[in-house]
């Protein structure tokens, strides 16, 4: 069921923490030059040399203010606040490597359908075919007033209007254009063929449009989807529209018991099992020998913030977890982050010291110290396990920790047979699936293709 | 009242038809390759080698559908359809310059404002501060449809709208975060101050918002303003917050008309004459002698369409100029589009004949045909004579139209003293202005600092 080369992504955003919260003030971290077109350049230079499938980068419109009901913290160690744009970071990427991926997170809530759709299309030209996008439904209330709005919607409600919006974007993406649509021909003076191209007409329960797609045909058209949501909802909605999904355990258990769910629910949706490339986000920290490993996390988690750790908590639960007592049971029922259902359910009778404890580096990802044997056995034990197909790496200190595991964790993959020795050609989506660079006729978009009005 | 140095745009467009509609079809012409990264990093180095002080890039988020009363020749002749997003260029075209400018046109329908507030503070940090925002309103019906609206609102209602949307992003660039408020002291974890950041409260006619700015300070903080609308509402828009002004003209004393008209405009709101540089769009061709720059434009205008061109002015006017006669008289009271009152109150008594005629470029830019002594000295007669700062040079066959100017029209133009031998140093603000990065305080912008909640 899964693949036998393990996808990696680097996991990152446009900011200066991320994850592992408190490592910006190591002194050889670099996150603070995020505003520097050379800083991600040379990133992507170095994911392209490491043979990473894809950056995939996070992305948040709001901020967190649960913890002690305000930004302090957030602001004081740079939870996530500030946060640039992630799309404009990606021709930069790109215009410096081949093969990388891009994997770029946005809001729907953020942008217009028919605007969003040439966005993307944009860089899937751009990048020739190497963008995904993975799809967010929002669950900050200081994202929805930002926009205005009163509040955030209910959970499922959300789900409904991403629904709509995928149904929008895929007549735009997949049907507005045919395949010869562009014939450009000089001679003739024909560029575009009038009786290929086609106004695209949606009237959603939640968004309504009249529009051309105003892009040509770019090589992939839909972006590979990328999601994230693991409620039953969020499942569903995987099951319709997702390639690849992103979730988060704490223990291949857990991620087990996600992926069975998310190949099953594809499996109901007329889908294969392996149609979801499934991603778990892990914190690595190696070096060439187990004690190198050891002092070099040691090092590390001197300079890491439990504190901020839980105040990105206290915003993804809901619950201000600067009000609880450390041996205090946590009230986990007040949570109204639904999305952390299943994280909940495990952190069931925990106390604070013990979530504390945890976020030693700062973050909640599964925690993996050691040399390139530890590392590399850990890692396939987690895809043979949990039954998944790869992971997101999250940073800790950067650009070393990629260095690290590109110089370090590579090399053992690779003579295990478990990492690719060269990048295949094609787009983002036949590197990864090994089929075409669109959407393959199973998928729920593919139905949107050669559209009549 | 003018500059010394005239000042110069490349004008261009994400798409592959722009303006000198049809030139497409010329063997040497490379507008087809406007989906590479590799084309727009290259004309980004031409220019910057050219000392342009900027590259403007238009937008429209519709499509041309009144000729004919279809898209059908805007599909065969590319008119400015497909047209990909312009933001996306600038992070690849920024990566390899230092100095060139960059003014991107963003519709304010099609972005929420806090979402574009970030946008266009991402483009600021990753230029360094070389980011204009062109402020369009829009025109298009099409574009209204394509977003859900049941058609085009009231043009003075769409300038009350801008200032509503300007109000709410000035207060995010120039309101949220004080100077100071980014410590980013490892040693104290402090990155900023939460003293020094403020939630933005907005509750306007069109828009409200409660929203921290997610990105910290840029270099510019409000990108330098860039306006094109010349009717009466457009001036006052203008006069509040335009730094650069875009203004189409046929001829000199329309172009003097408006110039003057602006800058008195500008007196009235409390600013300078000279806090607004004022471009005209403007097509050269030129070569080594006026007699190869006259057979260069012969061959050019083989490839032009003066049909498309009239497809395009259909569009701007609303005027379906497939169903006039040749000979009858053009019945301008018909238009729709409040921009062009101008250019139509001009072209009273004409004839398509006529207008056809003016179209052997494919556009109706005023052309400039000769030598470097030619070209020179009709822009310093258009400065001088018409009250203006500089220029939108329109691309013809790209990319020779922009090194034809820059190998032959600069060296001239630096002989005369009126065009610049090096690029100042600083943002594209500083450059322009010869005086802050930021908005001086005479501008409305800076009323919206040190907001207090």
């Not at 649960?66 to 799309?87: F, M």
């Not at 090399?411 to 990048?423: D, F, H, I, S, V």
């Amino acid at each position: 069921m899964t693949s036998r080369h393990i996808l990696l992504n680097a996991f990152t955003m446009n900011s200066v923490g991320h994850i592992n919260h408190g490592l910006w003030t190591h002194p050889r971290d670099r996150s603070g030059d995020y505003t520097r077109l050379d800083y991600w350049a040379e990133l992507a230079r170095t994911l392209e040399r490491g043979l990473f499938d894809g950056v995939f980068i996070a992305d948040i419109i709001g901020v967190y203010d649960v913890y002690g009901g305000s930004v302090d913290l957030t602001l004081r160690e740079s939870i996530q606040l500030p946060v640039n744009d992630p799309l404009l970071l990606v021709p930069a990427m790109a215009a410096v490597t081949r093969h990388l991926g891009f994997g770029v997170t946005a809001n729907i809530n953020a942008d217009q359908p028919a605007i969003f759709a040439r966005r993307l299309s944009t860089l899937d030209h751009l990048t020739n075919g190497r963008v995904g996008w993975n799809i967010v439904t929002g669950y900050l209330d200081s994202a929805a007033r930002a926009l205005g709005q009163a509040g955030l919607a209910a959970h499922d409600s959300r789900y409904d209007q991403a629904d709509d919006y995928l149904d929008l974007v895929y007549k735009l993406w997949e049907g507005s254009w045919d395949d010869d649509a562009v014939v450009a021909d000089k001679a003739r003076r024909f560029y575009s063929d009038p009786a290929k191209v086609r106004r695209v007409v949606h009237e959603g329960p939640f968004y309504r449009s009249e529009a051309y797609h105003l892009s040509e045909p770019s090589p992939q058209r839909t972006p590979v989807l990328y999601q994230a949501g693991t409620s039953g909802r969020g499942q569903l909605f995987a099951a319709r529209h997702a390639e690849c999904v992103f979730i988060t355990a704490t223990d291949k258990a857990s991620a087990r018991r996600q992926s069975d769910a998310l190949r099953r629910a594809a499996l109901d949706a007329g889908r294969r099992a392996e149609d979801l490339k499934i991603f778990v986000g892990v914190t690595v920290v190696t070096d060439r020998t187990e004690k190198a490993a050891r002092e070099k996390f040691e090092d590390y988690r001197r300079h890491a913030s439990p504190e901020a750790g839980l105040a990105h908590f206290s915003a993804s639960t809901g619950i201000d977890f600067s009000r609880i007592g450390l041996d205090d049971p946590i009230a986990y029922g007040a949570s109204n982050a639904v999305q952390s259902t299943t994280k909940l359910a495990k952190d069931k009778g925990w106390t604070k010291r013990q979530i504390l404890a945890e976020l030693a580096m700062g973050g909640r990802y599964p925690l993996i110290v050691g040399d390139a044997a530890h590392v590399a056995g850990e890692l396939e034990s987690w895809i043979d396990e949990a039954g998944i197909d790869g992971f997101n790496l999250t940073r800790t200190v950067v650009p070393e920790s990629y260095e690290n595991f590109i110089d370090i964790v590579v090399p053992e993959l690779q003579a295990r047979g478990r990492y690719k020795t060269a990048y295949a050609e094609g787009t983002l989506r036949e590197r990864l699936f090994g089929e075409a660079a669109r959407l393959p006729t199973r998928h729920y978009g593919s139905r949107f293709r050669h559209l009549r009005n």
